[in-house]
């Protein structure tokens, strides 16, 4: 059974904790950094942090303490996982850490979700590359540009990705209208990692997800780390907690 160290001591964790069966949950409050120590030393699989720690803390602490699983990218990224009211999975991509990556951090995010997505989703990871733009519909943009970029390098390293794009939110989700857009396109319609062109996108798009389409969303879980952490919202509920928990399990 998965160890899981809780830092923070509030109602929302201890109600989550009763509930986690099938999770082995450490709850001992103490300070950032002798969690993430007890985490590098391998006395706990994960950490789940955030509720009064903010993101700067948790993300700084895990930079300093841990370490990057790849340092020579210099790139630690984050995702969402979301769960819609009508059983549909969604992962989102990053809406927390890396404010405007440029094209080898697009890539590195690229890796590291769908190596995730894998693990945390039951079908096979299929990523959209979002955009205000279907496949050149909308003129030419500097974002435009590298995503196409990075779509081109994935392909060409890893090409056991299925991923395309530029295309607008509809178009990846909606199997009616991504068959009228990208009728060629095998992600298309058929979406479930959402990818966004920077960090403004993402943050907004995954709290849409939380209050207006009543989705339960885990995270954010960060990723690029030695060992695997979740920095939640300060907004998250015992629910999110539980979510973010078994999700930080799956990657472990």
């Known amino acids: ?32 950094d002798e969690a993430f120590a007890r985490l590098a030393d391998g006395a706990v699989d994960g950490i789940v942090a955030g509720i009064d720690y903010s993101s700067r803390d948790v993300i700084l602490t895990a930079r300093d303490k841990l370490g990057l699983a790849k340092p020579e990218v210099k790139l630690f990224t984050s995702l969402f996982y979301a769960e819609f009211p009508d059983g549909r999975k ?4 990053d809406g927390a850490t890396c404010k405007h990556p440029n094209l080898e951090q697009m890539c590195r995010i690229i890796e590291l979700v769908d190596e995730a997505a894998t693990k945390l989703l039951d079908d096979e990871p299929r990523l959209a590359m979002l955009s ?19 779509i081109a390098k994935t392909r060409e390293l890893h090409p056991e990705i299925k991923i395309d794009g530029e295309m607008q939110l509809d178009a990846a989700v909606n199997p009616r209208i991504g068959a009228k857009k990208a009728p060629e396109s095998e992600v298309a319609g058929k979406a479930n990692v959402l990818i966004v062109p920077d960090i403004n996108a993402g943050n907004i798009l995954y709290k849409s997800f939380e209050q207006f389409a009543g989705a339960k969303v885990a995270g954010p879980i960060l990723l690029g780390f030695t060992k695997p952490v979740s920095d939640l919202s300060r907004g998250s509920t015992a629910e999110d907690v539980v979510l973010t928990a078994r999700c930080l399990a799956r990657l472990i």
């Open 1 to 32: 059974m998965k160890r899981i160290l809780f830092p923070e001591d509030n109602e929302y964790i201890k109600q989550a904790a009763t509930e986690l069966t099938d999770i082995e949950p450490v709850l001992e409050v103490q300070s950032l």
């Open 90 to 93: 969604i992962i989102l991509s």
């Open 132 to 150: 205000f733009s279907t496949f050149g519909s909308g003129g030419k943009d500097e974002t435009m540009t590298l995503m196409n970029e990075a």
